[in-house]
């Protein structure tokens, strides 16, 4: 016998029926939050890996003496680098503290926005979609839990 859509959906978002029910009650369930916490810190280690390989190819690339403008450009991708890591941290921090899931039910699009990825659509919002595209059916209804002081999709299952 085969998964059900569901199941499915629970095995790609890597969460269990105890978050699910937490979502339906309009929190974020422990796994959710497991998640969450995991990303705050990936974002972080992400923007400062990023710094260091804008760092290394300054060092190694760019001509000796450094000029004025090799300094601005360093200082001005580091600090890009970074604000986008803390920017994104932050929201999925508050997502965590605050604790709560928005649900958003009506048939879903799927779109690809080129180097940005797959984007769900529903209910006139949008959002990245963080599971492959083939796990949802494009015009179905669904249930899609948001977490939204992160603006992420935290879960979804089909309408029954």
Known sequence: MGVSHRDELLIVFHIGPEDLAANRAGRLGPHQLTQLRRSVWWNIAGALLLVAVLLL???FVAHRPFNWIQYTLAVVLTVAALALGFFVARGLRRAVAAGVVERLTG??????????????????????????????????????YIAPAAKRIVAMEPVD
């Open 107 to 144: 048939p879903v699009s799927v779109t690809m926005r080129g180097r940005a990825g797959m984007w769900l659509a529903v209910q006139g919002r949008s959002f990245q979609l963080p599971v492959r595209f083939w796990h949802v059916g494009s015009g179905l209804p669904y249930h899609v």
């Open 57 to 59: 190819i300054l060092g």
